[in-house]
């Protein structure tokens, strides 16, 4: 695809439930981030991969977060047992890793956890 | 780690003015972006520019990597230009993930 896509693009969920946020990079961009945006902050680094594997995972900010990438392109993001505080919006970026590894942003997903 | 300071916090202009945004960065960097964040979420890419000066149509971006700050220059302000400018970089021993400052808000007035 042109760019990155992520689904759902909202999502709202019942405090406790679990939930999972995808990302489709860039074809080709071997490596994958993921961010969280708090209503007007700015982006928080959460889970870096390069390839398949997570050499970063220091961001993430509890054990009920996880995150994996498959065939070093889909990723997915998990939240367990969701919290009021985990309502942001989810970002996910790709970049090659050769040259400038410019990241590119993919539109987000909004969660609201009631 | 290291910090990214922008400003001003936030700005408001008559469409046709002209206007500069800092960023400041505590830390040696390896890569800036400038990014656009519209009404919808949706970050844009500005420019990457880790040194030097880059233009691009009314915009333009300058690094100054041993005084560690960056400029971005906005010419004849529209109003779709209104959003969040955000700066991000990467560096201070990290070698892949972007610190982002807190965004400047941009309201351009027709």
């Known amino acids: 695809g042109a760019g990155v896509s992520q689904s759902p693009s909202n999502k709202v969920t019942e405090k406790g439930k679990d939930v999972e946020l995808r990302c489709d990079p860039i074809s080709g961009h071997t490596a994958l981030y993921w961010y969280r945006q708090r209503l007007g902050q700015g982006l928080e680094f959460l889970i870096y991969?390069?390839?398949?594997?997570?050499?970063?995972k220091s961001g993430l900010p509890s054990d009920r977060f996880s995150a994996e990438r498959t065939g070093e392109s889909v990723s997915t993001l998990t939240i367990q047992r969701t919290q009021q505080e985990d309502s942001a919006v989810y970002l996910c970026?790709?970049?090659?890793?050769?040259?400038?590894?410019?990241?590119?942003f993919g539109p987000g997903t909004r969660l609201t956890v009631t | 780690g290291i910090q990214v300071e922008q400003s001003p916090p936030d700005l408001i202009l008559q469409e046709g003015a002209n206007s500069t945004l800092r960023c400041n960065f505590s830390d040696s960097v390896n890569n800036l972006q400038w990014f656009h964040q519209n009404p919808w979420g949706q970050l844009i890419n500005l420019f990457y520019i880790p040194s030097g000066t880059k233009q691009n149509g009314r915009l333009s971006a300058t690094t100054v990597a041993t005084e560690r700050y960056s400029l971005l220059y906005i010419s004849s302000s529209q109003t779709t230009d209104s959003g969040v400018y955000f700066c991000a970089v990467k560096g201070g021993g990290s070698n892949y993930k972007l610190t982002f400052g807190k965004g400047t808000l941009l309201t351009v007035n027709p």
């Open positions: 991969f390069q390839g398949n594997s997570a050499p970063d």
């Open positions: 970026a790709s970049s090659t890793t050769v040259g400038s590894y410019e990241q590119y």
